[in-house]
């Protein structure tokens, strides 16, 4: 897991989360699609707009961490609850896992 720790984060069906991915399409410029398109938008833009796009949103080590966009979102299915809720009550996979970082992450790749 990279960056990875157990945060609180609203279900991936919140509206939190529409925000989040709205002001994504927003940024790249693809409100025009229509809903059932506009994933296949965000993939067909060019590499340093969707880096801006993706950094327009809710950051975790900002004010507004908590909904912050890329984690782990309860889906009902995968995750059940929020990671946080979960394990107080231990309903999580007893598994080794190695938890990182990357070193230069807002280099653009060559």
């Given at each position: 897991m990279d960056s990875g720790s157990i945060t609180a984060t609203q279900p991936v069906n919140s509206v939190k989360a529409q925000?989040?991915?709205?002001?994504?399409?927003?940024a790249a410029g693809c409100t025009s699609a229509a809903d059932s398109a506009k994933l296949d938008c965000l993939r067909r833009v060019d590499y340093d707009t969707f880096a801006n796009a993706a950094n327009n949103v809710p950051a975790y080590l900002g004010h507004t961490s908590l909904a912050f966009s890329y984690a782990r979102r309860p889906d009902g299915r995968t995750f059940t609850a929020s990671p946080g809720l979960l394990a107080p009550t231990e309903k999580y996979a007893e598994v080794s896992m190695i938890i990182g970082t990357q070193e230069n992450w807002l280099s653009k790749p060559s």
């Open positions: 925000e989040i991915f709205d002001t994504e399409v927003e």
